[in-house]
């Protein structure tokens, strides 16, 4: 199968001087803390035969252009969010034709970040004349200036895996190539500070207005450590983990 408020303070992780901010959340916000076995709650969501996949979870998406706004799950709207995060899978998908609208699959794609499928990579068991070894790295779509204004062609998304606070199920929220190294970033420098994981604190989410070099405005990530869980919680974030990544990581890129 698939798988009482008080005030403290944040800190980023990806800029180091920003400012002190504040939360009123807490970890035993977390539907989680109060669960006494959740490999056995995951394993009562499916019957035998059923499948689940990363689609049918709910989902966050970026702001659009020019907003700094999220559309979370429950139909409310907030420039920041906490969640616990799961898990970060770098991925890539590559489409051939410009975006028109459609929801279309990627012609190339690659759910672990290092073996392509499709056109780039291996198809119906045969690896494409351009890129013989069917690999991400060398694949003349990943290398800078294959895509417009000097970028890649393949984009190098990033999916995270969110446990928001009342939820029992991930929450899906897929980053665009300019948010991944915030978040290989804030990956490691949780590591440097003593946190062991991602999913072993509490993380803010928002965004920061920016512009690209063609003056489009567009939204950066923002991830700001709020707390480290405490251990009882973390024990039962590490059991759901063991159910939930093994699955996700194995899911097609859409």
Known sequence: FFFSSRRRHTRSLCDWSSDVCSSDLTTTNYAIADVDDPAELLAGILTPGEEFGV?????IKMPSAGSTTFELPDGTVSKAFEAIILHRQPQRAFWAAEFSGENNPPDCSSRDNLHGEGLYGIQDGTA??????GLCKGCPMAAWGSGKDGGQACRQLT????LMPGALLPTRFTLPPSSYKVAQ???????AMG???LHRCTTRVSTVLEKSAGGISYARLSLEMVEPLPAD???KVDAYRQQIVPA???QPVE
Request: overall charge positive; aromatic content about 6%; hydrophobic content about 50%.
């Open 185 to 191: 970033t804030y990956a490691l420098n949780l590591v």
């Open 159 to 162: 999916q995270l895996f969110l």
């Open 128 to 133: 494409s004349a351009a890129n013989p070894t």
């Open 195 to 197: 946190v062991r994981g």
């Open 248 to 250: 996700v990581t194995g």
């Open 55 to 59: 689609a049918d979870l709910p989902r």
């Open 233 to 235: 919680v973390a024990a």
